[in-house]
């Protein structure tokens, strides 16, 4: 059996005695991640922004884990409301610019706390 490790990151912790993520083997599956930026602690109002940091801490979440952004299998996109898919479409789209080689995903409206306007939670494969 595989041990777990623990992913814990400074500036992206939660509010809940949970880690940002876990590795199992070769396995790496995210908490929540959101746009509140890990290195100043800003969470924007402009959901460009946001995005845009939403997809700079799955960076830094995968680096942490070991990989890198092209070890994502899928990411599940939470959307405050159905309009911010195209917020979220542009960071995706700097991220994962080649079109034959980008993760599954899916995205689905749901009801996020205070001024969160989107989360990801991503499996990954090392």
Sequence with gaps: MAKRKSIHIEGMEHGAPIPNGTVIG????SSAISGKDAKTGVL???PDEQAEAMFRNLRLFMEKAGGTPDNIAHLT???KEEKLRDSV???WLKMFPDEHDRPARH???ADLRGQFLFQIEVIAVL
Excluded: Q, R
């Excluded at 070769?26 to 599956?29: H, I, K, L």
């Design 44 to 46: 924007s109002p402009e």
């Design 26 to 29: 070769n396995m790496v599956f």
């Design 89 to 91: 479409n542009k960071a």
């Design 77 to 79: 996109v939470f959307l």
């Design 107 to 109: 995205a689905l409206k």
